[in-house]
């Protein structure tokens, strides 16, 4: 059964930074898409940051200059470096992963909280 493992989430204060990580299964990564998602309370889950299995990226709007999205195939890691933290950026951030082999396949991570808070 392939699982992401999340790790970073926490309390981060207003301009403050945070670092998020997703380890996948070395037998997946190289080949997924990698995205981070969130959802806030009360609303939808939606994109983050995107980066291919070739290394483009996709940023939401919202987070273009404050957030970067990087991969190191070598350690199955995707990460998600936040700065210039928001109120509004509190929300249960997961992982996901999409690849394709004979077919689509994808899987999410269980989530990790990110509460920016003073």
């Known amino acids: 059964q392939v699982q992401l493992v999340e790790s970073g989430g926490g309390l981060g204060q207003p301009g403050g930074s945070l670092r998020l990580s997703c380890v996948a299964p070395g037998s997946i990564f190289s080949i997924s898409d990698m995205g981070w998602y969130r959802q806030a309370p009360g609303k939808q889950r939606e994109l983050v940051a995107k980066i291919t299995s070739a290394g483009s990226i996709n940023y939401a709007d919202f987070v273009k200059g404050r957030f970067i999205i990087s991969r190191d195939n070598a350690k199955n890691t995707v990460y998600l470096q936040m700065a210039s933290l928001k109120f509004e950026d509190t929300a249960v951030y997961y992982c996901?992963?999409?690849?394709?082999?004979?077919?689509?396949?994808?899987?999410w991570g269980q989530g990790t909280l990110v509460t920016v808070s003073s």
């Open positions: 996901n992963a999409r690849w394709k082999i004979f077919r689509d396949a994808e899987v």
